[in-house]
Antibody
Framework: QVQLVESGGGVVQPGRSLRLSCAASGFTFSGYGMHWVRQPPGKGLEWVAVVSDDGTNKYYADSVKGRFTISRDNSKNTLYLQMNSLRTEDTAVYYC??????????WGQGTLVTVSS | QSALTQPRSVSGSPGQSVTISCTGTSSDVGGYKYVSWYQQHPGKAPKLMIYDVSKRPSGVPDRFSGSKSGNTASLTISGLQAEDEADYYCCSYAGSYTWVFGGGTKLTVL
């Protein structure tokens, strides 16, 4: 059974950094692209970033490009999102999601990031 | 990377059918066969309902169906049930390894 468990969320001041993790189990982690998708409180979903199955290719939404870095450690079955220069508008629940081909078939439960002074 | 356009809300009575539209551009919805739909109940993670425009994952009732015409995709739910009440989001591949979601539609079962 596929399981994705995010962690690392919390309250952080604007301009500071935070790293999220997503522990994966129940499937061959190294065989899939992995994504981060976020959802501000009371609002819709926003795609954030993707990393290829081997970790070499990474792509970002314009809203986070240059501030966020997605990465993965296939030896630990873990996905990461390093978030720097955080802004209040980055406040959201962050989900990790597994991608077979161009869609997201499994999602984690999400971790809340609150950027506030 | 502008969000796809969905109606804010739709409603229907049990047993009826509803259709949720999702309008994009030729750079996303119209340009690829990679539209997917997600159901989200309050406080829960999204759940995949439709992928590749019209394919249903195993376990999703055949009451849910998807289609696309030009730059607009649609999700139709027939035989509405109380448990279908939720938020629904469309998503499209937008090229260059980027994805775009719709703003979401709240489905109310009357």
């Amino acid at each position: 059974q596929v399981q994705l468990v995010e962690s690392g969320g919390g309250v952080v001041q604007p301009g500071r950094s935070l790293r999220l993790s997503c522990a994966a189990s129940g499937f061959t982690f190294s065989g899939y692209g992995m994504h981060w998708v976020r959802q501000p409180p009371g609002k819709g979903l926003e795609w954030v970033a993707v990393v290829s199955d081997d970790g070499t290719n990474k792509y970002y939404a314009d809203s986070v490009k240059g501030r966020f870095t997605i990465s993965r450690d296939n030896s630990k079955n873990t996905l990461y999102l390093q978030m720097n220069s955080l802004r209040t508008e980055d406040t959201a629940v962050y989900y990790c999601a597994k991608e077979p081909t161009f869609y997201f078939d499994n999602w984690g439960q999400g971790t809340l990031v609150t950027v506030s002074s | 990377q502008s969000a796809l356009t969905q109606p804010r809300s739709v409603s229907g009575s049990p047993g009826q059918s509803v259709t949720i539209s999702c309008t994009g551009t030729s750079s996303d919805v119209g340009g690829y066969k990679y539209v997917s739909w997600y159901q989200q109940h309050p406080g829960k993670a999204p759940k995949l309902m439709i992928y590749d425009v019209s394919k249903r994952p195993s376990g999703v009732p055949d009451r849910f169906s998807g289609s696309k015409s030009g730059n607009t995709a649609s999700l139709t739910i027939s035989g509405l049930q109380a448990e279908d009440e939720a938020d629904y989001y469309c998503c499209s591949y937008a090229g260059s390894y980027t994805w775009v979601f719709g703003g979401g539609t709240k489905l109310t079962v009357l």
